[in-house]
Structure formats: C-alpha cells, structure tokens
C-alpha cells in the first residue's frame, strides 16, 4: 500500500510497482471514475457527493475495496494498493478485510509542501480518464490524453489556497495512519524526491530488504 499526500507522485508510482511485480493496481481513484462513467449505484452516488465538493465516506470506499480485493486476479498475485486507507478506521477495516492474511508493507512516499504546490500548479489532467500530465511532460498530441484520447486540462481545485487546505486535511488525517503502520513495523518511508525513475527504485529497495528479512512477505 502506498500513501503520499497529493503531488508526491503516488499514482504514477503505484503505476510503476504494479509492472514491475506484475500485481494489479488497486487505486481507489480509477475505480471511482470506472463506477461514476457506467452509473453504477455507488457511482451515482459518489458523482453526487464529489459534485458537492464532499469527501466519499468510508462506507463507499471500503465496500468498493473489499469487492475488488475478492477478484481472482488480486488473491493469485497480490496488489497495489492506491488511495485506501485514508484514516486508522480504514487501515482497521482492511485488516479485516484481508485476514488471514496482512499488509506486507506501507510506503509513505515523503516530500515537503512546498514541492508539491510547485509540482501541482503544473499537473494536468485528463477530464476522462485521470491520467496525469504536467507542463514539462505534456501528451504527445496538443492536450489530447495518449491514453484514451480525452481533453486535458487544469483542474479547477489546483489552485493555491484549495491545494494548501487539502494538504492540512490530508496531514491530520494520516499522521495517524503513518503512526499505526509503524507501530505495527509495516512501515517504510521513501523520499519523493527527484525523478520518477530514482523514486521507484528507492521503493523497490525497500520492499526487497523486508523480502529478505521475511517479514510478511508470502
Ligand atoms: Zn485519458
């Protein structure tokens, strides 16, 4: 599971560990727009909620994960876990939700505040299906997604001041979480900084010395 707050490069990187260990990639945010584009019930219901600016509830997170994290595919290789948890109540839920088994390691992907307001006044966006881009790595066409075609754009919310006030949020929701996780040695901290490529590759390295330790890994 990887945590990191908004900018750090989360979701590129869960992107990056999901090749590399040929492990699906569970992001809670692909979800929710895969539910919101087909109108499912917990779609619809999300769509309402995001509309108004309102945080998803833990109910609708952790029954979407649970769902997912019962499909063959995640029980005969493992996961990225992207998104979720969010708060000590989720990482409490999803323990139940895996056991017997656990968590093998929580990444939290570590940059200061400052670096990410840069980094997110240059973050584009593709309006259909989340794909991020930024000004210095545009798509390849004209702000056309490479992905699946879609306009991108600047999201409304990156401004200063909605980024800044999501970071708090974000800071007094997880500190706990981070203290839970390491409480129970499922800890590990990576700086985010840098390129992509040395970021993966600190995360890599991680994960691999707690392979060979034997800690949890199956
Ligand atoms: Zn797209």
Known sequence: ?????????????????????????????????????QGTPIGQKAKDLMDRGELLGDELIMEMVAERLQESDVRARGFVLDGCPRTVA??????GILAPFD?????????????????????????????????????????TCDVCGGEVVQRQDDTEEAISRRLELYEIQTAPLIEW???????????GTGSPDSVTRRMVKVIEIRRQRGSGFG
């Open 1 to 37: 599971m990887v945590l990191g707050k908004q900018g750090a490069g989360k979701g590129t990187q869960c992107v990056r560990l999901s090749h590399h260990y040929v492990v699906p990639h569970v992001s809670t945010g692909d979800m929710l727009r895969a539910a919101v584009k």
């Open 90 to 95: 989720q990482a409490e839920e999803l323990a």
């Open 181 to 191: 996780y390491r409480s129970r040695n499922q800890l590990e901290s990576v700086p």
């Open 103 to 143: 968590l093998d390691l929580a990444i939290d992907i570590e940059i200061h505040t400052t670096q990410v307001l840069r980094r997110l006044a240059a973050r584009r966006v593709c309006v259909d299906c989340g794909a991020n881009y930024s000004l210095s790595s545009p798509p390849l066409i004209n702000w």
